[in-house]
């Protein structure tokens, strides 16, 4: 290409305008909502922890397949008391 020639002259197609910015967050909002969250955290596990030290905890499952485990362990049979009672949520060992 000679320097006479000229050059194609190649045009950007049509843009559209770019999009608005989105409204960023302040961070008054974001320490209203961290304040909120950590008082609601603070609440309900000092509900947790008063119910699980007057012995008031309700999830028997943990304990139930601990003691199950434990006795499989060492080749007893898992023998559990009131596991009776509640629906099987594992089946350590299934047909």
């Given at each position: 290409?000679?320097?006479?020639?000229?050059?194609?002259?190649?045009?950007?197609?049509?843009?559209?305008?770019?999009?608005?910015?989105?409204?960023?967050?302040?961070?008054?909002?974001?320490?209203?909502?961290?304040?909120?969250?950590?008082?609601?955290?603070?609440?309900?596990?000092?509900?947790?922890?008063?119910?699980?030290?007057?012995?008031?905890?309700t999830?028997?499952?943990?304990?139930?397949?601990?003691?199950?485990?434990?006795?499989?362990?060492?080749?007893?049979?898992?023998?559990?008391?009131?596991?009776?009672d509640?629906?099987?949520?594992?089946?350590?060992?299934?047909?």
């Amino acid at each position: 290409m000679s320097a006479r020639e000229a050059a194609p002259v190649v045009r950007a197609p049509d843009r559209a305008p770019p999009p608005a910015p989105a409204r960023r967050t302040h961070r008054a909002d974001r320490r209203a909502l961290a304040a909120v969250c950590l008082a609601v955290f603070a609440v309900y596990a000092t509900y947790a922890w008063i119910r699980h030290v007057q012995y008031e905890t309700t999830n028997y499952d943990l304990g139930i397949f601990d003691q199950a485990i434990r006795d499989y362990a060492h080749f007893r049979a898992p023998i559990v008391p009131g596991a009776a009672d509640l629906p099987d949520a594992l089946t350590p060992a299934a047909p």
